[in-house]
Structures are given as C-alpha cells and as structure tokens.
C-alpha cells in the first residue's frame, strides 16, 4: 500500500442461409431491417443539420449544437439570447470557447461553460450548476453542446421538469426525433431520469418541479459513484510530523452498479485519502478545492489493493494508513473511493469524508511551512 508524504511525494489523480425462408420470417426481418433504417436515417438528418435551434420553452429556453461566430452572433440579435451556456469545451485546446465568450461580452449576454461527458453520469455538481442558471439566469437561455443532440437535450429536459412539465414530456428532448439515438438502459443521461423516477416511485411523491428539485439536492448521486463512508476511529486533532496515522473507515456501496477492485495501482476501485495545506484559513468550500483538476490536492494513501467485487447494498471495513506531512501546519484531510485513472467519487458524487488536521512539529529540525 503507498504511503506517501503530501508534500513531498504527491501522486495526482481515466448459421448458414437457405432458400426456403417463410413469407412471416421475411416480414419479421424487413422489419427489423426498416426500423434499424429509420433510427439511422433520423440520425443522419440531424447530424445534416448540426447547429439548428429547437425551441425548448417558448421565449424562455432553446437548444442548439454549437454555432459558429456568425450563426451565434445572428442568434443573438434576432432571438434576445441573453444567456448562452456551452455543455462542452474548457481548456486551451478549445480555442472556440475563448472566442465565444468575447463575442457574448461583446453583445452584453452572458456565457457560461460547464462542461461534462456524454458518456457519464452528470455529476452533483453540474446538475446543481444547471439548476442555478435556470433559476437566476437571464433568459432567453441557450443550451448548446457539440451536435445539439445529448447534453443539450439533457439540460433541456431538466428545464422543462423544472418548468413542471410531465417527465415523458421532458424526455422528448432525449428522443430519436430530437436526433439522441441510444440504448436507454446503458445511456448514462437516460439513467439519470430514470434514477429520478424510481425515486418518485419508492418515496409515493407526485411529479412535478418540487419533487424534481428535492431529489437532485438531497437524493442524487450517479449510480457508479454512490457511496456512504463511516469512520470508525476518528481522525486525531493533531498529529506529529511524519507520523503515521491508521484510520478504520467503513464503506457501503449504495448505487446500482458493481464496484470492480483489482490488485493493481492503476486500475480498480479503492479507498483512497488526499490532503490539502498547510492552510491558514480553511476555503469555504473544500470540495470545490478536491474536485479540481490538477489543484493544489496531494494523494497520500490508498487501501483495497486487492481483487474483487463490491456490489450494490454490500458493505466493507477498511483500514487506511496514511503518513502525517513533514511540514507542520494546518491541513485538510480528504477520505473517498476512488476509481483509479478514472474518477474520485467526489468529483461527481457525494463529498467523502473531510477532516481538519494539525500537524505540529516532532524531532528538531523538522520544517514549519509558511500557510499558503
């Protein structure tokens, strides 16, 4: 099992034919063939006419796949959009994304970019990130992503659920006709409804916005990254530079899917423990801090380096052994599973387990950092 100093080592964490068929066969099979030929045509279509603008809630909500500078700009003028929101697209290597934001604060509308994969689960985070700006920002509103056909029609479903519409109302935005083509039991997107529904179904709430909006804050968690963390020992208020720490931590997988554990370091699920500081003054919102992509987090210990499967309702004890850093200060203390090279259960799902940490000095000589 690694034990890593934080400072000192930081580890940053994805049959034959014949000739005697019957007329029924040949019906069932043409068919089949014209139904595979009408999903893929619907499809063809739609990609024909990437960057369309469908009209999700009249003068409030619309949805597109993303524009060039002259269609966003004709847009704009011609519609009102006063909010545009890109559902792809953030670093350097996205250079569109700079360019549509100076030309959205060129014309007084403001941009915002949230980001997330078509092929996940959307995580906590965003979905609280998409809620907030159909509720405060200014509309017009434009969802758009790369074709128009996913992540828009995602966040155009959840506007209309908000807006009180029926669930199999707002699930059109995610339908063959609005150009998303899935399997709906393995779309993370569809999933995500369909999570939300079994939600109403178990608790005997009624459809509508309040329900909708109860179960993203206090019930949702992507089903692959839903788990509950109890510390069985609790983490010391203070600790002696270097020394090591062994943390009992008990771990119920509460998703629908199995958790996979290998015996390898770069693969499987695990728990896991990160640190931030020395800190003077504790950021308000840690898990903001965790949840960045290459911030200031060091990975300092794992435990679970083993084969094996957890599945959903199981439940394991852990023992995690992490070295306190040999800089004296204040730290924060991350504790969660991890899927290796892949995600942190925090990055889309619950927090984990956060600790405050004091790390005073041992032996002379040991180094008191500077709180940054």
Do not use: K
């Not at 049959?15 to 030929?37: C, D, E, F, N």
């Not at 959205?104 to 980001?115: D, I, K, M, Q, R």
């Not at 069985?232 to 958790?259: C, I, K, M």
């Not at 094996?308 to 394991?316: D, K, Q």
Request: with cysteine; glycine share 10%.
């Amino acid at each position: 099992m690694p034990d890593h100093d934080a400072l000192d080592a930081p580890v940053r964490s994805r049959g034959p034919t014949g000739s005697h068929r019957t007329p029924g066969r040949r019906l069932v099979r043409r068919g089949a063939m014209l139904a595979g030929g009408l999903a893929f045509a619907v499809l063809v279509l739609w990609m024909a006419n990437d960057g369309r603008v469908l009209e999700v809630i009249p003068g409030q909500v619309v949805r597109s796949g993303r524009l060039d500078q002259g269609e966003l700009r004709q847009l704009i003028e011609s519609t009102g959009v006063r909010t545009v929101v890109s559902l792809t697209g953030s670093g350097p290597e996205n250079d569109w994304v700079g360019a549509e934001r100076e030309l959205c604060a060129a014309l007084g509308v403001h941009h915002a970019t949230l980001p997330f994969s078509v092929d996940e689960w959307p995580g906590r985070p965003r979905v609280e990130q998409v809620i907030h700006l159909l509720d405060e920002a200014e509309r017009p509103l434009l969802f758009h992503c790369l074709r128009g056909v996913d992540r828009s029609g995602w966040a155009s479903a959840v506007a209309l659920l908000l807006a009180d519409a029926p669930l199999d109302e707002a699930l059109r935005q995610l339908s063959p006709r609005s150009g998303h083509v899935c399997d709906r039991s393995a779309c993370p997107l569809h999933r995500f409804f369909a999570s939300y529904a079994a939600h109403l179904a178990a608790t005997g709430l009624p459809e509508g916005a309040a329900s909708f909006r109860q179960w993203a804050a206090g019930s949702y968690c992507p089903e692959a990254y839903n788990a509950e963390l109890e510390l069985l020992t609790e983490l010391p208020a203070s600790a002696t530079a270097g020394e090591t720490l062994r943390l009992a931590v008990r771990v119920t997988n509460r998703g629908a899917d199995s958790w996979r554990m290998t015996d390898s370091q770069t693969s499987g699920v695990r728990l896991g423990a990160r640190l931030i500081g020395p800190v003077a003054v504790p950021p308000a919102d840690p898990v903001a801090v965790f949840r960045t992509p290459g911030g200031p987090a060091a990975d300092v210990a794992r435990a679970g380096l083993e084969a094996g499967v957890m599945p959903p309702g199981s439940r394991r004890d852990f023992e995690l052994r992490l070295r306190a850093p040999r800089r004296a200060g204040r730290y924060l203390l991350q504790i969660d599973m991890v899927d290796e090279r892949v995600h942190w259960f925090s990055d889309l799902g619950w927090p984990g387990l956060i600790r405050s940490l004091e790390v005073v000095p041992g032996a002379a000589g040991t180094p008191t950092a500077a709180p940054g």
